[in-house]
């Protein structure tokens, strides 16, 4: 069992920065991904950004460029560097890991970015 807590979301203005980081405890087995995806109102849950054990990133093509994707080894822990931020990317962003072959989900976190 895996259980992922989420931290940094919050209200910010349009073309501002926010940080979100997302620790995991638990069973964690190697390789795995870690990665933050989002659920905007009315919308399905959709990746944001993905970084595997050996530290490649992927992601989505609405955040290339602004959104950075990082891993702490150490401390089993990820974050999501979102800068230059706009209404859209209004959402809760949920963490997740994929380990062992099972999907695990943090609760989420709440980013608003107002206009």
């Known amino acids: 069992q895996v259980q992922l807590v989420e931290s940094g979301g919050g209200l910010v203005q349009a073309g501002g920065s926010l940080r979100l980081s997302c620790a995991a405890s638990?069973?964690?087995?190697?390789?795995?991904?870690m990665g933050w995806y989002r659920r905007a109102p009315g919308n399905q849950r959709a990746l944001v950004a993905v970084?595997?054990?050996?530290?490649?990133?992927n992601y989505a093509d609405s955040v290339k460029g602004r959104f950075t994707i990082s891993r702490e080894y150490a401390k089993n822990t990820v974050y999501l560097q979102m800068n230059s931020l706009k209404p859209e990317d209004t959402a809760v962003y949920l963490c997740?890991?994929?380990?062992?072959?099972?999907?695990?989900w943090g609760k989420g976190t709440l980013v608003t970015v107002s206009s």
């Open positions: 997740n890991i994929f380990s062992g072959g099972l999907n695990y």
């Open positions: 638990g069973i964690i087995f190697n390789p795995n991904t």
């Open positions: 970084i595997s054990s050996g530290g490649s990133p």
